[in-house]
């Protein structure tokens, strides 16, 4: 008589996702309680103390920057899947990435000087533009040619990063708001943006229908429709900042006040090992849960991680503008070092899978803290005329990396998943260190200022 072994599918136990989106709630609500500030905060609902103009301003940039986090989660839901559908193989599918990524870091890295030199506004349309290329590229022809979206995708995804923040500082800063309600915008950017890919994923297997062979372009369509909404939603708002009219006058000040700030160049790097710490996650993230052969719902752990992110981006009012009042030098040394912990484990030793997930999710809540804390740093050195350049110059050694990864991890298979996942764990330990010296260097600058 045999015996039958049936085969169990990892997933997470719903209690997880009720713990980090109950928590979540509970930390955004909570906190005008706890709160000592005089303009207290609550989902970005803030009291009658601030002027109604800032908050129609924050609501239509965050229903505009939510709608295009679905547009981006869109772009990259299929993944690895969409070229094993067309037949790719593990080494193709590595030079497409590889093509995207040398685009982003080419072509890309120069975006950011473009959107201060023409304006925010039009680097939003492009990143629209570009979206909706993709979408007709792959409605029209049934057996799309994978570079020119790739390239796109890649190019779209580096105009995401840093044009609507970009323009949201500029309009904010004509609007002569404080300070700490822009740092507010900064987590609540967070906040939807993770909200709005789980969004995405929901709304891709909405349109798929279970039917994924026959509907694989539907993700792309559905892209498209919304895509043309945000490109009607962006032309009917801000005017934009206005463009610069003389280019060497830009390359003297970005010159003046990027390239030769050292603190600005230690902001640079720790972006830079964010980026990569998070782009060799995303790649590496599935083959490490199903490695041995282990069955795991993937997509059930994608609204976890998202959800962590979330949790992670509520704290940032708590540390730094709540009753906590964390310096942001001391919560982003913190978070990159828990960053970096966490991924040092899965990078040292073969672990369980629900032991990898809150790793992971522990990853994730530190993302959600630093992202907007690094915006924070970025309005108190950057001026708002030169912040997309530095956004998009600073990526350049993290694509240069992620391409080298690529390349000899993934196409000549000269280094293993080991190997890879200690490299973004090194680069976060060195942000740790920038934000070390960044505090060292305000401290000497607070007491240099005393003693005059």
Known sequence: MGVVIESLVWEPNPLLYFFLFSSSLASIFLLPYFSNNSTKV???????????????????????YSLGSVIEGLGLVLGEFEYGYYGFSREQMVVVLSVGCAAAL???????????????????????????????????????SIWIPSICLALASSVFS????????????????????????FWLMTLSESASLIGSQMLANFVVGGDIENRIVSPFTAA??????????????????PPKSDIWDYKMAFSAHILSDKRIWLLAWAQGCLHFAMTIFWILWAPTIVADGREVHLAMIYPCLLGARMLGSTTVPWFLNGPLSVPVEDCLIFAFIFAGLALSIVAYDYQEIGFLVTLFCIFHACVGLILPSLARLRTKLVPNELRAGMISVSMAPANAAVLFVLIQGGYYRNLGNATIMALPVFGLFTAAGCMCALKHWKKQLNQNWHTL
């Not at 909404?229 to 708002?237: D, G, L, M, P, W």
């Open 162 to 185: 840093f044009s609507f923040e970009s323009w949201m500082v500029a309009e904010h800063a004509k609007l002569g708001d404080m300070q700490d309600l822009l740092s507010d915008t």
């Open 106 to 144: 080419l072509v890309g890295t120069f975006l950011g000087l473009l959107s201060d030199l023409i304006g925010h506004k039009k680097a939003c349309m492009l990143f629209c533009i570009l979206h909706l290329l993709v979408g007709l590229l792959k409605r029209v022809t049934k057996h799309p």
């Open 224 to 241: 498209s429709i919304l895509t043309m909404i945000c490109i009607f939603c962006i032309s009917r708002e801000w005017n934009g900042s």
């Open 42 to 64: 609550d989902l970005g609902l803030v009291s009658s103390t601030i002027q109604s103009p800032f908050l129609r301003f924050q609501r239509r940039f965050l229903l505009v």
